[in-house]
């Protein structure tokens, strides 16, 4: 929860600027950083939501193992197309010294660290 804290505050930045200043590379850039603002959305309300369901009602259906491993694997599934799609975008990262093509690289980068990080907490269960 976290980190999709900390993604979902890079992606609202983002997202506000480019509403704001226009200032996007391409429409796939906005398009991608909007994704993961909703994917660090979708983690930050549900993970908590199932943290409560188990504990409140252990014999719940919502709260079963299987609940959980389909939240995950959906996690999993919407965190791996964020990652990839950033990454694909930014061409596995970006050299901010040597680039003049984003506005905001430093961001950018920070997004796509952050995208593989919540990536990998479903993937080591």
Do not use: K
Request: hydrophobic content about 50%.
């Amino acid at each position: 929860m976290l980190f999709s804290l900390i993604e979902i505050a890079i992606s609202g930045y983002l997202t506000g600027r480019f509403n704001s200043r226009n200032d996007y590379s391409s429409a796939t850039e906005r398009d991608r950083v909007r994704y993961v603002l909703f994917a660090s959305i979708f983690t930050f309300v549900f993970s908590p939501l199932f943290l409560v369901f188990f504990r409140r009602s252990p014999t719940s259906i919502v709260s079963s193992v299987g609940a959980h491993v389909v939240f995950l694997a959906l996690s999993w599934v919407i965190w791996t197309a964020a990652a990839a799609a950033v990454t694909e975008m930014l061409g596995g990262g970006l050299n901010c010294g040597a680039q003049d093509i984003y506005a905001y690289c430093g961001q950018l980068n920070a997004l796509e660290a952050f995208a593989w990080i919540i990536w990998y907490v479903p993937t080591r269960l």
